[in-house]
């Protein structure tokens, strides 16, 4: 969904300039400093408006959560919010995913939300979609041994074919399911999940694990994806039957909706 641009931004970007840090690069390796007796650090990439970042930063106060996101015009809601409930332990960076090893040390985060991202359709833009395998080796690189990818989507083909992707980078899917509100709200939603969840769209979700198998950029340039686009991604049944997984039983009348 576009963004509108706000012809205020920059008098409310410096009005919440506190919890935006300008140069996150010098922060690279010692990140807790910014929490005194920092219990973890966590990362989203892409927080939108901030709903999802302000209440997981308010529900786990001894966590630092850096925030990407590279659209101004949304990060500055995101930021007012994290300025009214004066949240101490969340900062915001104006940077890309494809930036991390600039930012992160190797090991130094525990955990990486992925609310919502932008599927890229198209086989030739495959390499841009944020769980392509080579995104998914910088954030192997960022997390310490037994950190988590957790990824939210509507998208049921992107799903899928990440749910590939995930496999053969050799991480350990401890969850997955393809309703995650079925039984009732789980987690903190994003503004676009509470929109979708309200419409009857399924939420698709999966925690994944980086083990010692997980590869890392040290494995190289990951191969050229091919006949990658997502009309070719593999059906839901096959993604969770290569996990050893099953389908859950469905509801009379229940059916299968993606965004």
Known sequence: MRIRKKPNLLPRMERAGAVLVRDPETWRGRWR???PGCAGLHL???CGKGRFTAETAAQAPGILLLALEKVPDAMVVAMERAVERDLKNVCFLDRDAA??????APGEAERIYLNFCDPWPKSRCAKNRLTAPGFLRLYAD???AGGELRFKTDNLPLFDWSLEQL???GWDLAEVTNDLHRDGVRGVMTDYEAKFTAQGMRINYLCAVRTEDTKTTAAGTP???RNASLSDARGRADSLAAFG???PEKDEGEHTSCG
């Open 223 to 225: 191969e050229r994806l």
């Open 245 to 247: 997984m099953s389908e």
């Open 33 to 35: 400093e910014k929490l």
């Open 99 to 104: 930036l991390l090893p600039e930012l992160l």
């Open 44 to 46: 989203e990439l892409g």
């Open 142 to 144: 960022a997390l310490a």
């Open 167 to 169: 496999r053969q980078e």
